[in-house]
């Protein structure tokens, strides 16, 4: 795992996002992100959170946009798709601009999920399939146990570390 702190003049560290060279492999797996793909795994999470879900939702979302993007905010994909869930324009989901926000992206991939009937309680695959409608819908449950992980260690209230 690599760290790396950044300090103000005053020698007190700096508060924000770390560093885009920082890298993190998420507790329990062998999966290490970069700094842009945790800020939008946190996003994610944060999220779910802000509107009371559940983490079993943040699990299905992690796992998705894992699945899709590996955590990155893409603006290209398959025909108009774009970010973090390669959301498509042309399918109702939002602008171009709208897609790539990553609160935004993660919004409208809740709104969708919860009304799901039965989506806490399906496998994970299924329900983001019902969601997503991919052209691979066994795809998702491959991140399942690294998307329990993630959200585990994405519970911290501390703001200021980059990895759990």
């Known amino acids: 795992m690599v760290f790396a702190l950044a300090w103000r003049a005053d020698g007190s560290e700096a508060a924000g996002p770390p560093p885009a060279t920082a890298l993190c492999t998420v507790p329990a797996t062998s999966v290490t992100l970069g700094a842009d793909q945790w800020a939008n795994a946190r996003t994610i999470a944060d999220v779910a959170r802000q509107r009371g879900l559940p983490e ?55 709104d969708r999920l919860v009304r799901v009937p039965g989506w806490d309680t399906m496998r994970l695959t299924d329900a983001a399939q019902v969601v997503q409608r991919s052209g691979f819908p066994e795809a998702y449950q491959r991140w399942d146990g ?7 260690a994405l519970r911290s209230d501390d703001r200021e ?4």
């Open 56 to 110: 079993r939702a943040v699990v299905i979302a992690l796992a998705t946009a894992m699945q899709e993007s590996t955590l990155h905010n893409l603006d290209h994909g398959d025909r108009d798709s774009l970010g973090l869930f390669q959301q498509r324009p042309s399918q109702g989901w939002g602008t171009p601009a709208q897609v790539q926000d990553p609160v935004y992206a993660a919004g409208q991939f809740y």
């Open 161 to 164: 570390r980059d990895c759990g």
């Open 146 to 152: 690294f998307a329990q992980s993630l959200t585990v």
